[in-house]
């Protein structure tokens, strides 16, 4: 860069930052202290709890850089955004690679939700990121306007919220990437504050949460696609509400405890997709979408999965007539089918066997209904994405009878899939280095190789 560019983003940087100090961080990754910078933005960004909207970058990585920007000119835009910017420099350490990298990413997460991460202890705990040097991201980006007559909670909540996704992407990328997306396992949901009488936007933007999603399960995955050459996206989870709440508007107190329910759950997942899909072209994004999901968010997820075409699902939302196929997916312990909760009774479903039949009706009554409120009943042929399973035998027992029913309907009808089994103890998702890989290489085969569009049937 010639002389007066490099005075040009110098003055650039200085007018939208205010601070900067370093120090050393202690990486797993490679073993020893790196080197950290920290920048504060002159108008920052703050959530709702008053601390620090910040995007930890990792920068001189031993991963081929997608994204065509200079670091400086990434750091000076986010610093723009308002955004606090701590730069973790890796000095092109050989470790710096997928899946090692994914080390310190967890490492990152749980000391910002501790609150002790670089000598911050006011990094937000809700909207804190990790980018990969070369990319940027899209934030609180509406995919669909909720129905506050789904869940009814609290009851002063009757003029629809957005809900919103975020999307981290490589600026003035080399190449189009394909994109991860993933729906929360922390619920964003309206809140009723009673002695100002009023509502408040204290659980608004809750996708990100590290307690209840990053950090609370130690999950990388989703951070460390980029070291894969893969853009990432995290949407609000459908069911805009408490996880333990929500009800009809005249059924008992807690109908949904602990579950989503369709039309409304598929039209939101459907609409996410299509926006991210339309999005994503403005950023230089392929258009090939997988899925990631975990927990509740694995079965919201899967709704996006079969190519079975619902008239109630697919004409609502966002960017209609914009397709809402994905290529591939992986799942973890979820619910798929809600007609085989009575299989076996007693093993950790027992929210589902005692308030589903409130919400539709007794299941021998009312069997179509309850089918089409899994993903199971959305797969009809082989235009349904590949899918790899993921789970763990001490983890409650139902979950192994969701994924063994959905399998099963996946290879009757010729539909790729596989499953990878005890990578770790209890509710959790992949960590080690080969399990991760696994994942990984799954959605490079999908995503990045040819397909044929899949036809709705």
Known sequence: MCKSGMLLLFLITLSVSSSAATGKWGSKVTGNDIRYTSTEARSPLRDFAGNYVTVVYLENLNVKKIGRNSNASNVGWLLSQGYRVIELNYA??????????????????????????????????????????????????????????VYNTPEQYTSGDSLRMDIIYPANASVAVPVILSFSYSNSYATYDPEKKTLTDANKNQRLNLGYTLAGFNDSFLEGAPANGIAWAIADHPKYCPWGKGKPLNGPNDTYKSYQTNPDAARKVKSAVRTLRQKGASLGLSGRIGIFGFSR???????????????????????????????????????????????????????????????????????????????AYLVQSPATAPVFFFYNTDDERYYQDQIKHFKAKLDSVGVPSKTLVNYGTGHSVPQAKESLTELYDFFKRYLRSPMASRKRR
């Open 92 to 149: 092109g350490h050989l470790n710096a690679v997928s899946p090692k990298i994914n080390e310190d990413i967890i490492a990152i997460n749980d000391s910002i939700a501790a609150g002790a991460f670089c000598g911050f202890s006011n990094c937000s705990k809700y909207q804190s990121y990790v980018l990969f040097e070369g990319y940027r991201i899209e934030r609180n980006i509406p995919y669909f306007e909720d129905d506050p007559g």
């Open 297 to 375: 968010g694995s079965t919201a997820g899967s709704l996006a999965v079969g190519d079975r075409c619902v008239h109630d699902f697919e004409n609502s939302g966002f960017n209609i007539g914009i397709s809402d196929d994905v290529q591939a997916a992986v799942l973890g312990p979820g619910v798929f089918d809600y007609t085989q909760i009575y299989n076996v009774l007693n093993d950790g479903d027992a929210n589902l066997e005692v308030r589903c039949n409130w919400a539709w009706g007794k299941l021998g009554e009312n069997f179509e209904r309850w089918q089409a409120m899994g993903a």
